[in-house]
Protein backbone atom coordinates (compact mmCIF):
# COMPACT_ATOMS: atom_id res chain seq x y z
CA UNK A 1 0.00 0.00 0.00
CA UNK A 2 3.08 2.37 0.68
CA UNK A 3 2.86 3.65 -3.28
CA UNK A 4 -0.63 4.20 -3.45
CA UNK A 5 -0.64 5.75 -0.24
CA UNK A 6 2.32 8.30 -1.06
CA UNK A 7 -0.22 9.29 -4.15
CA UNK A 8 -2.96 10.03 -1.64
CA UNK A 9 -0.81 11.84 1.02
CA UNK A 10 1.08 14.28 -1.41
CA UNK A 11 -2.79 15.60 -1.65
CA UNK A 12 -4.11 15.59 1.68
CA UNK A 13 -1.31 16.50 3.08
CA UNK A 14 -1.21 20.03 1.39
CA UNK A 15 -4.86 20.48 2.58
CA UNK A 16 -4.05 19.11 5.94
CA UNK A 17 -1.44 21.99 6.31
CA UNK A 18 -4.18 24.57 5.44
CA UNK A 19 -5.33 23.86 9.25
CA UNK A 20 -8.83 24.60 10.72
CA UNK A 21 -9.14 27.48 8.03
CA UNK A 22 -12.32 27.11 5.73
CA UNK A 23 -12.20 24.84 2.80
CA UNK A 24 -15.86 24.10 2.53
CA UNK A 25 -17.99 25.37 -0.74
CA UNK A 26 -21.14 27.25 -1.01
CA UNK A 27 -23.37 27.41 -3.40
CA UNK A 28 -24.59 31.49 -4.41
CA UNK A 29 -27.96 31.82 -4.88
CA UNK A 30 -29.77 31.72 -8.38
CA UNK A 31 -30.35 35.28 -8.72
CA UNK A 32 -26.91 35.98 -7.72
CA UNK A 33 -24.93 33.98 -9.83
CA UNK A 34 -23.01 36.21 -12.48
CA UNK A 35 -23.09 35.25 -16.18
CA UNK A 36 -20.39 32.91 -15.90
CA UNK A 37 -19.74 31.52 -12.42
CA UNK A 38 -20.23 27.43 -11.63
CA UNK A 39 -23.61 28.34 -10.27
CA UNK A 40 -24.69 29.43 -13.61
CA UNK A 41 -23.11 26.85 -15.09
CA UNK A 42 -25.37 23.97 -13.48
CA UNK A 43 -28.14 25.60 -13.51
CA UNK A 44 -28.00 24.85 -17.36
CA UNK A 45 -28.68 20.98 -16.78
CA UNK A 46 -30.64 19.37 -14.24
CA UNK A 47 -29.81 18.99 -10.82
CA UNK A 48 -27.44 15.77 -9.99
CA UNK A 49 -26.82 14.26 -7.14
CA UNK A 50 -24.32 11.69 -7.52
CA UNK A 51 -22.16 10.59 -10.18
CA UNK A 52 -19.07 8.13 -10.87
CA UNK A 53 -16.61 8.25 -13.27
CA UNK A 54 -13.08 6.36 -14.17
CA UNK A 55 -10.38 8.94 -13.54
CA UNK A 56 -6.92 8.80 -14.11
CA UNK A 57 -4.25 10.37 -11.81
CA UNK A 58 -0.90 12.16 -12.76
CA UNK A 59 1.09 13.14 -10.20
CA UNK A 60 4.33 16.05 -10.89
CA UNK A 61 6.45 16.39 -7.84
CA UNK A 62 9.43 18.77 -7.46
CA UNK A 63 11.11 16.21 -5.35
CA UNK A 64 10.56 13.25 -7.64
CA UNK A 65 11.72 13.08 -11.14
CA UNK A 66 9.55 10.31 -12.30
CA UNK A 67 5.56 11.39 -13.14
CA UNK A 68 3.32 9.41 -10.07
CA UNK A 69 0.51 7.94 -11.53
CA UNK A 70 -2.97 6.51 -10.55
CA UNK A 71 -6.57 5.02 -12.07
CA UNK A 72 -9.40 3.43 -10.20
CA UNK A 73 -12.86 4.67 -9.78
CA UNK A 74 -14.17 7.68 -7.98
CA UNK A 75 -17.91 7.99 -6.97
CA UNK A 76 -19.51 11.38 -5.50
CA UNK A 77 -23.20 11.70 -3.56
CA UNK A 78 -24.52 14.51 -2.69
CA UNK A 79 -24.01 16.26 0.17
CA UNK A 80 -19.94 15.07 1.26
CA UNK A 81 -19.47 11.63 0.21
CA UNK A 82 -16.53 10.29 -2.03
CA UNK A 83 -15.69 7.07 -2.92
CA UNK A 84 -12.16 6.54 -4.40
CA UNK A 85 -11.35 3.06 -5.23
CA UNK A 86 -7.73 2.67 -6.39
CA UNK A 87 -6.93 0.06 -9.42
CA UNK A 88 -3.49 0.83 -9.91
CA UNK A 89 -0.62 1.30 -8.67
CA UNK A 90 -2.13 -1.02 -5.74
CA UNK A 91 -5.53 -1.97 -4.76
CA UNK A 92 -7.02 0.28 -2.41
CA UNK A 93 -10.67 2.19 -1.33
CA UNK A 94 -10.65 5.74 0.46
CA UNK A 95 -14.15 6.73 1.35
CA UNK A 96 -15.31 10.04 2.66
CA UNK A 97 -19.09 9.77 4.01
CA UNK A 98 -19.14 13.39 6.48
CA UNK A 99 -16.88 13.85 8.52
CA UNK A 100 -15.76 9.82 8.45
CA UNK A 101 -12.45 8.04 6.23
CA UNK A 102 -12.31 4.61 5.63
CA UNK A 103 -9.46 3.11 4.67
CA UNK A 104 -9.64 -0.61 2.73
CA UNK A 105 -7.07 -2.62 1.80
CA UNK A 106 -7.07 -4.53 -1.33
CA UNK A 107 -9.23 -7.44 0.27
CA UNK A 108 -11.60 -4.59 1.42
CA UNK A 109 -10.83 -4.75 5.09
CA UNK A 110 -10.78 -1.60 7.02
CA UNK A 111 -7.22 -0.36 7.85
CA UNK A 112 -6.68 2.12 10.55
CA UNK A 113 -6.52 5.78 8.99
CA UNK A 114 -2.69 7.16 8.73
CA UNK A 115 -2.57 10.12 9.81
CA UNK A 116 -0.87 11.68 7.08
CA UNK A 117 -4.07 11.05 5.86
CA UNK A 118 -5.83 13.87 8.05
CA UNK A 119 -6.17 16.17 5.00
CA UNK A 120 -8.25 13.72 2.84
CA UNK A 121 -11.49 14.54 4.21
CA UNK A 122 -11.42 18.18 3.53
CA UNK A 123 -9.64 16.92 -0.28
CA UNK A 124 -13.21 15.13 -0.59
CA UNK A 125 -15.45 17.77 0.53
CA UNK A 126 -14.14 19.86 -2.07
CA UNK A 127 -14.10 17.74 -4.66
CA UNK A 128 -17.57 16.83 -4.00
CA UNK A 129 -18.75 20.50 -4.17
CA UNK A 130 -17.13 20.67 -7.52
CA UNK A 131 -18.51 17.67 -9.39
CA UNK A 132 -22.31 17.88 -8.50
CA UNK A 133 -23.15 21.40 -8.75
CA UNK A 134 -21.42 25.07 -9.00
CA UNK A 135 -19.77 24.96 -5.31
CA UNK A 136 -16.60 26.05 -5.37
CA UNK A 137 -13.68 26.61 -2.64
CA UNK A 138 -14.07 29.72 0.02
CA UNK A 139 -12.46 32.54 -0.89
CA UNK A 140 -11.13 31.77 -4.80
CA UNK A 141 -12.26 34.11 -7.62
CA UNK A 142 -13.13 32.65 -10.86
CA UNK A 143 -11.51 33.16 -14.35
CA UNK A 144 -13.51 31.68 -17.40
CA UNK A 145 -12.27 30.95 -20.58
CA UNK A 146 -15.39 30.20 -22.79
CA UNK A 147 -18.38 28.43 -21.03
CA UNK A 148 -16.79 24.70 -20.35
CA UNK A 149 -13.22 26.22 -18.75
CA UNK A 150 -12.60 27.94 -15.61
CA UNK A 151 -9.69 28.56 -13.27
CA UNK A 152 -9.54 28.94 -10.07
CA UNK A 153 -7.41 31.84 -7.89
CA UNK A 154 -7.28 31.94 -4.57
CA UNK A 155 -7.83 35.39 -2.61
CA UNK A 156 -6.00 33.95 0.35
CA UNK A 157 -2.00 33.25 -0.24
CA UNK A 158 -1.77 30.80 2.93
CA UNK A 159 -4.34 28.87 0.85
CA UNK A 160 -2.74 25.16 -0.32
CA UNK A 161 -3.38 25.42 -4.33
CA UNK A 162 -2.22 28.23 -6.08
CA UNK A 163 -4.45 27.76 -8.59
CA UNK A 164 -7.55 25.43 -9.66
CA UNK A 165 -8.74 24.40 -13.20
CA UNK A 166 -11.74 22.76 -14.20
CA UNK A 167 -12.85 21.39 -18.01
CA UNK A 168 -16.44 20.39 -18.58
CA UNK A 169 -17.91 18.36 -21.05
CA UNK A 170 -19.60 21.14 -23.34
CA UNK A 171 -23.05 18.94 -22.69
CA UNK A 172 -22.99 17.78 -19.00
CA UNK A 173 -23.04 18.92 -15.75
CA UNK A 174 -19.39 16.97 -14.82
CA UNK A 175 -16.27 18.30 -14.89
CA UNK A 176 -13.41 15.76 -17.24
CA UNK A 177 -10.13 17.28 -16.44
CA UNK A 178 -9.30 18.59 -12.91
CA UNK A 179 -5.63 20.61 -12.38
CA UNK A 180 -4.22 21.40 -8.79
CA UNK A 181 -1.22 23.45 -8.89
CA UNK A 182 0.58 24.06 -5.32
CA UNK A 183 1.97 26.74 -4.08
CA UNK A 184 5.64 24.83 -4.02
CA UNK A 185 4.99 24.21 -7.54
CA UNK A 186 3.72 20.42 -7.28
CA UNK A 187 1.13 19.70 -9.57
CA UNK A 188 -1.79 17.17 -10.12
CA UNK A 189 -3.94 16.21 -12.96
CA UNK A 190 -7.17 14.36 -12.85
CA UNK A 191 -8.97 13.01 -15.92
CA UNK A 192 -12.12 12.10 -15.61
CA UNK A 193 -14.85 9.64 -17.92
CA UNK A 194 -18.08 9.28 -16.54
CA UNK A 195 -19.71 6.23 -16.28
CA UNK A 196 -23.46 5.14 -15.91
CA UNK A 197 -25.08 5.54 -12.93
CA UNK A 198 -25.48 2.53 -10.43
CA UNK A 199 -29.35 1.71 -9.91
CA UNK A 200 -28.93 2.21 -6.03
CA UNK A 201 -26.15 4.03 -3.93
CA UNK A 202 -23.24 2.44 -2.43
CA UNK A 203 -23.59 1.34 1.71
CA UNK A 204 -22.48 4.00 4.04
CA UNK A 205 -18.80 2.97 5.14
CA UNK A 206 -19.47 1.40 8.86
CA UNK A 207 -18.44 3.56 11.71
Known amino acids: MRTARALVVLVAGALAARG ?123 EWHGPDAVTLWPDDAAAPFSEIALRFASDGPFATDVVLRERGGDRTTIHLRPLPATASPPARPAS
Open 20 to 142: GAPWCGHLAGAAEAPPHSLAARAQRFPPVTSSRAIFEQEREVSLVDEVLRASGTIEFRAPDHMRLALTTPEAMTIAVDGDTLTVLDAQGTAVAVPPEFSGFTRFGHVLTDLMLGGRGPEQFRE
